[in-house]
């Protein structure tokens, strides 16, 4: 290698003599394929220590691990984009080289990369430059910039720049605090927003003072108020600096601070309210203050004094004049004596006397003076004087206090009571007797340690007994009482002792207000605790700690329960990667921890895990990082059981993806159609059905296809759909790319997000043109057979008609023609013919009228309708109708069928009642989405479904051996029903009874 680094140093020789010129520090080579033979020559191998090869112009190192391992990564993959932008990009970074000693120097490599054909492959060629003392100096400005910025937070004070001729203000992130913003929020932020805001009363001021500092005046500093994001106001104190002027000598930047002193502002302003609060309490107390100046020669009374005295604000008043107010004899001689002798000696003086107002009214006044003396000669005196007239008047305000007591006693929301000395109830208030459920003359007769919880009377019985020895003037705690009723009751008593003007204790005042309910709801909130530590447990959340200190591990009874270890197992962090699967999953595990403890790096891993057993399973396991002093001394975190939700997650996957492949490859035709009616996906089988590509298709909306006839309709069903949030059915006409229209069949569901919102609808179609077809043919083949129909029942009617005539003519010509057995047979035949073509000819009117002759009929009534017709008959046979019928239910049918169905059902009851009981019908009624129905529940012979159920309602089908059973009132009743738009249902057990539903259309 040094060979060769001497043949490159001599073949670039130009290059190596300007470089030696101007970077002095050293040269250096790396060889990438064979690292050891990399070099660096004598200049630089003594900057690191090494001893210089006298006979070499170099000498042979591992250049990289000539550098610090932090910097290793740097210098890779800056070569790695020299390489990969081949040379374009310049090969320069700073990074640390390991001296000999141990320590490491800062350098600047430079560098190019270089190809030989020998076997040392490519490499790296260049200069390195020390930058030590540059980076010292780095390192020592980052230092003072740390401590600015400590002293600026220490300080707790805003910092802003103000640029005069931009409007644009710099500020920091305590400046935005004091107002409650945070930076992002103001920015951008101008002298003008700025503005905004101030107090609209300060903003002249602050402008003045900006305006005369800008103009050469010492003015720096100002209180104004700013308004806080909360509204608040928060008062600033802002001092300031021209920084910054421009070519011209003009100020161009202003710097400065702010200080939130509304705590102080706050205090002055309270202080001038105290002071203008005691004036007009004095004024309010009529409390007058007066002084008389010996030096001065002056005499001063205060504004209330001289109301006091009832003179006018003018009144000049004299030493003299003021003596002469006090009444004459003892008040008169007593204030002159007491002012004679303050003014000879340094006293205090308290005095209660009368004195009479210049209107003649008598009053007590007190007068508080106190004289000042200074060498010996008297200076000043000065005191109060006090208007005490009122004291009657606060003689009645003592009694409307005791008064406000007793009624707050008596009607206060918490219980109130004054117990004696011995622990007995002196007079107790309503709400202290509804607490305890006692009344008062009861509760004054029991010992109250007897409704007392002895649990708590144990803990606080030292307590109470130390308030009722005077050791405390109040207590206050929570306890339990026993409710007359037996339940426990909180209570919060708070208990004081009432003393009498000798300081001895006469009673005390106990308040109490019941606190079971917060109580029961903090013993819930423990309880719940408790249900959480067992939800964590159920839900398999385990708790784990890693200490770097001694390398200990920590986990939970619920992780070693998971991976089937003992409950005294202690695991090491060896044994902690042993439990995660081999292969990839532990190696992310073993980074991750690595990257916490060397980084600080948090993590959040799903990994598969392998009990003792080998059972595999999903788990999460969270780490925490604790860092002290940039340093990681534990790791903790949770680890769960995910193996079940996982699972779930990838099953997802697989349903998705199996949707996909059902969607594209389905037999019937399959959209996905936005909110807007826009077609967001289409399969190849829709494409099929209306001959569009998919590209086409996807370029129109949902109604772009419909037939214009049933466009409107198209239009108001999906809107409908939107609004409702919910699917439909649907048959239309939808035009084909040739022009042509097919008949389609769409089932449209709506599609919605886990949080219930509608995101698009799923549409399956099926061209049902055939089919369509097939029932215009089937229509047309019924309608043939229904005039068929009317042809031969009217043909059959004429004949039987001739012959009932004729029998009738022969009966009339020979009334004994009765006698004749073949006569009565052929009369009989007959009558059956015309009873039987009759109902024929009713079943095939059935659905040729309804069509025409629906309405809107009610329901209850129809039914009374019926049960007055059927009265009689159910007189006769003793028989109970119980009617429960919506008066509000209105149905579409015709009304000869809807009162035929009602009493075909009815009679059907009390025809077919059971020999063991009077028959009993109930008559009900409901509401099934757009149907009504109506129900007939007997308790008669009942059917044989099992064996009976197929045929119920077939044409000349009967059950029962009654001789009144035709088999025709059912067939026809179910037609009937059929051919309003209704069903009817049936339910019956054997000798207990039968239950008949039928279903109607509700009118809309």
């Not at 939130?260 to 502002?265: C, F, L, N, S």
């Not at 549409?763 to 068929?788: V, Y």
Request: charged share 25%.
């Amino acid at each position: 290698m040094q060979i060769d680094f001497r043949d490159l140093l001599q073949r670039e020789g130009d290059f190596v003599n300007f470089v030696e010129q101007s970077c002095v520090d050293g040269l250096w080579r790396w060889d990438v394929k064979n690292p050891e033979d990399g070099a660096v020559n004598n200049k630089l191998a003594q900057f690191l220590g090494y001893s210089p090869q006298l006979d070499e112009d170099a000498i042979s190192v591992d250049f990289l691990s000539l550098i610090h391992g932090d910097d290793l990564e740097i210098f890779q993959n800056a070569y790695k984009i020299h390489i990969a932008k081949k040379g374009k990009s310049p090969f320069n970074i700073d990074v640390r080289l390991n001296h000999v000693e141990g320590h490491s120097l800062w350098f600047n490599l430079r560098g190019r990369s270089v190809s030989e054909d020998s076997r040392n492959g490519n490499g790296l060629l260049g200069v390195a430059l020390s930058i030590e003392k540059y980076k010292q100096t780095e390192i020592n400005i980052n230092a003072k910039k740390t401590y600015y910025k400590n002293v600026i937070k220490g300080a707790n004070v805003g910092i802003w720049e103000s640029n005069l001729k931009t409007g644009m203000v710099i500020y920091n992130e305590r400046w935005a605090e004091m107002i409650g913003y945070t930076l992002a929020e103001l920015e951008p932020f101008t002298h003008d927003r700025f503005l905004n805001l101030v107090h609209q009363e300060d903003i002249g001021i602050l402008v003045d003072t900006l305006k005369a500092h800008i103009d050469g005046k010492k003015t720096k500093e100002q209180i104004f108020r700013m308004r806080h994001k909360d509204g608040n106001w928060v008062w600033i104190l802002s001092r300031g600096e021209i920084t910054k002027v421009d070519a011209e000598g003009r100020p161009e930047i202003i710097s400065g601070i702010h200080y939130d002193v509304t705590y102080r502002k706050s205090n002055e302003l309270l202080v001038e309210k105290y002071k203008n609060l005691f004036e007009r309490s004095s004024e309010t107390a009529k409390i007058g203050y007066w002084e008389i100046d010996q030096e001065e020669g002056t005499v001063f009374w205060s504004k209330v004094a001289k109301q006091i005295h009832g003179v006018t604000g003018e009144y000049a008043p004299t030493w003299e004049k003021g003596l002469n107010f006090y009444s004459e004899g003892v008040h008169r001689q007593r204030i002159k004596l007491i002012v004679d002798k303050a003014l000879k000696e340094p006293m205090e003086f308290d005095e209660q006397l009368q004195l009479k107002t210049v209107d003649g009214h008598l009053k007590w006044v007190r007068v508080i003076g106190v004289s000042e003396h200074r060498d010996n000669e008297s200076a000043k005196l000065y005191g109060l004087i006090q208007d005490i007239d009122e004291i009657k008047k606060v003689q009645l305000e003592i009694r409307f206090r005791e008064e406000q007591f007793r009624q707050t006693f008596n009607h206060s929301a918490i219980g109130m009571a004054l117990i004696n000395n011995e622990n007995k109830l002196l007079r107790a208030n309503k709400s202290f007797c509804q607490i305890f459920g006692y009344d008062e003359p009861e509760l004054q007769e029991m010992d109250l340690v007897n409704i007392a919880h002895p649990d708590d009377l144990k803990i606080n019985r030292e307590y109470i007994e130390e308030l009722f020895h005077g050791i405390h003037k109040f207590i206050r705690l929570e306890h339990r009482f026993f409710h007359k009723n037996g339940s426990v009751i909180w209570a919060n008593i708070s208990m004081s002792a009432i003393h009498n003007d000798q300081g001895e204790v006469i009673h005390f005042v106990s308040q109490i207000q019941d606190i079971t309910e917060r109580k029961q709801n903090e013993l819930l909130l423990a309880h719940n605790a408790e249900i959480m530590q067992r939800i964590n447990e159920t839900v398999r959340i385990g708790i784990w700690e890693l200490h770097l200190g001694d390398n200990t591990v920590y986990w939970s009874p619920t992780i070693k329960k998971m991976v089937g270890v003992p409950e005294d197992y202690v695991p090491t962090l060896e044994e902690v990667y042993s439990f995660f699967q081999e292969g990839e999953h532990r190696e992310i595990i073993i980074e991750a921890l690595r990257s916490a403890m060397d980084k600080g790096k948090g993590f959040d891993r799903e990994l598969k895990v392998v009990t003792k057993t080998n059972k595999v399973f999903w788990s999460r396991t969270i780490g925490i990082p604790e860092v002290v002093n940039g340093k990681c001394v534990r790791l903790y975190g949770f680890f769960q059981d995910i193996d079940e939700s996982t699972r779930m997650t990838r099953d997802l996957a697989l349903k998705e993806e199996e949707l996909r492949q059902t969607f594209e490859h389905a037999a019937i035709g399959m959209l996905v159609i936005d909110l807007n009616g826009r077609l967001r996906k289409a399969n190849p089988k829709i494409c099929e059905i209306l001959g569009y590509g998919e590209k086409e298709i996807l370029e129109k909306t949902v109604l772009d296809f419909v037939h214009p006839e049933d466009l409107e309709g198209a239009r108001q069903l999906f809107e409908s759909t939107i609004a409702t949030q919910s699917g439909f059915r649907a048959e239309k006409r939808c035009r084909h790319r040739n022009g042509s229209y097919i008949w389609i069949y769409e089932a449209v569901a709506a599609v919605k997000n886990d949080k219930g919102e509608l995101i698009h609808f799923v549409a399956q179609i099926q061209d049902i043109s055939d089919k369509k077809q097939l029932t215009e043919n089937l229509t047309e083949h019924n309608n043939r057979l229904i005039n068929f129909a009317h042809i031969v029942s009217h043909n059959l009617r004429s004949h039987t008609s001739n012959i009932t005539m004729l029998l009738d003519l022969v009966l009339q010509e020979d009334p004994r023609i009765v006698e004749n057995e073949y006569y009565r047979k052929i009369k009989l035949v007959s009558d059956n013919m015309n009873e039987t073509i009759h109902q024929l000819s009713e079943i095939v009117e059935i659905n040729s009228k309804v069509s025409s002759t629906l309405t809107s009929q009610n329901l209850l009534k129809r039914v009374q309708n019926a049960m007055k017709i059927v009265g009689p008959l159910v007189k006769k046979n003793g028989a109970t109708i119980h009617l429960a019928v919506d008066a509000n239910i209105n149905v579409l049918a015709v009304h000869a069928y809807l009162e035929s169905i009602i009493l075909n059902l009815i009679t059907n009851a009390i025809k077919y009642q059971s020999p063991e009981r009077l028959p009993e019908l109930n008559i009900t009624s409901g509401r099934k989405g757009e149907y009504a129905f109506l129900s007939f529940e007997d308790n008669g012979l009942g059917i044989d479904l099992d064996r009976h159920g197929s045929k119920l309602f077939g044409m000349y089908k009967t059950f029962h051996n009654h001789p009144e059973a035709r088999g025709i009132g059912l067939f026809i009743s179910k037609n009937q029903i059929e051919a309003m738009g209704g069903w009817i249902e049936v339910e019956s057990t054997l000798n207990q009874g039968t239950k008949f539903t039928t279903y109607f259309r509700i009118v809309l």
